[in-house]
């Protein structure tokens, strides 16, 4: 009878792991890529550049601008005298220039904002005959440059009697077929169907459950519609440009573009500092953009991520 020896075999030894008991994931350092950090950094430095270009040059006056080195602060700053002068150039004419950019902007962007929400709203949750055809013709006018778009516009004011006002300004930039599909898309998902036959039942009327229940709704959409069109209207130059002839009514675009010209031409009203007043309006032009954005971002960012899930 052959008698069998058992073997011992060596454990092998378990894997650790951590208390909770789950596996260890890999450290976020391990995952850092550095091409694509050299990317994003690049990336970064093309946006971020002209801003520190813009507000080391509005320290700086016209002379120093030419004799020191761009990307850094001359011996002598004078930001706060080039703010000073830059406001009290011309009687304070630039204050009204921002003024008048406020008003063009603001009533622009919200214009803009309510008639996009009512006709997106309208092609997402109704039907009528030429439907589709209207919506096609919105997104043929999308690719239309709105330049090919002023001298029209102009004749068609001058006509009406409406050039060399605010409305020739403020009409144009309510229409916003980019805005109207935007809103169209949103609306889709962001407005159920069941809701809005629940108040049909309860007796509420069309325009009610647009006022009180769709718009609020649809508050991040208008909110991206907002930012878009003001940020449009606050640099639009050539439809100002045309339309206006009276500097008291200008937007900040022109009434620089015409301040560069003096200084360029010295013409009638030019300083020796005329250049350097132009960098500064131009560095106090873009802070209510930037505080637009920072205000509404939150809002904006909401409405990006609601839209883009599907309910």
């Given at each position: 009878m ?8 060596t454990p092998?030894?378990a894997?650790r792991?951590?208390a ?29 550049l ?6 080391v040059a509005s320290?700086?006056?016209?002379q120093?601008?030419?004799?020191s080195?761009g ?8 930001l706060l005298?080039?703010?000073h ?8 004419v ?8 406020v008003?063009y902007a603001?009533a622009?962007a919200?214009?803009a ?17 030429g ?5 096609n ?7 239309i ?5 002023a001298i ?20 144009p930039s309510l ?6 599909y935007l ?13 809005i ?10 325009l009610?459950?647009f ?6 709704l649809?508050?991040p ?20 440009l045309?339309?206006l002839?009276?500097p008291n009514?200008?937007?900040?675009t ?9 200084a360029?031409n010295g013409?009638a ?6 250049l350097?007043l132009v960098v500064?309006?131009s560095?106090i032009?873009i802070i209510?953009l930037?505080?637009?954005f ?8 909401s409405?990006?991520?609601t839209?883009?899930v599907k309910?």
């Amino acid at each position: 009878m052959t008698t069998t020896t058992p073997t011992t075999s060596t454990p092998v030894p378990a894997k650790r792991l951590p208390a909770d008991g789950r596996p260890s994931r890999r450290s976020p350092a391990h995952r850092r890529s550095t091409p694509l950090t050299i990317a994003m950094l690049a990336v970064l430095a093309y946006f971020l550049l002209p801003l520190f270009w813009l507000l080391v040059a509005s320290t700086k006056s016209t002379q120093d601008l030419f004799n020191s080195f761009g990307l850094w602060f001359s011996h002598a700053p004078q930001l706060l005298s080039n703010i000073h002068a830059t406001f009290t150039q011309d009687d304070g004419v630039f204050g009204r220039w921002l003024l008048n950019t406020v008003m063009y902007a603001g009533a622009s962007a919200l214009g803009a904002a309510l008639l996009a929400a009512a006709a997106g709203y309208g092609f997402a949750k109704y039907r009528f005959r030429g439907h589709g055809a209207a919506f096609n013709l919105v997104l043929g006018a999308v690719m239309i440059p709105t330049t090919a778009l002023a001298i029209p516009t102009y004749l068609l004011f001058a006509k009406a009697g409406l050039v060399n006002t605010p409305w020739a300004v403020i009409l144009p930039s309510l229409i916003s077929p980019f805005g109207l599909y935007l809103m169209r898309i949103y609306a889709e998902d962001a407005v159920p169907d069941s809701l809005i036959e629940a108040a049909r039942m309860d007796g509420a009327g069309e325009l009610r459950i647009f006022v009180t229940i769709a718009l609020r709704l649809l508050a991040p959409g208008l909110v991206t519609v907002i930012l878009f069109t003001l940020v449009a209207t606050w640099n639009n130059y050539f439809l100002p440009l045309i339309m206006l002839n009276d500097p008291n009514l200008y937007p900040i675009t022109v009434g620089l573009s015409s301040w560069a010209a003096q200084a360029q031409n010295g013409g009638a009203g030019a300083s020796s500092d005329m250049l350097a007043l132009v960098v500064t309006g131009s560095l106090i032009s873009i802070i209510p953009l930037v505080l637009a954005f920072l205000l509404l971002q939150r809002y904006w960012q909401s409405g990006l991520a609601t839209g883009g899930v599907k309910q």
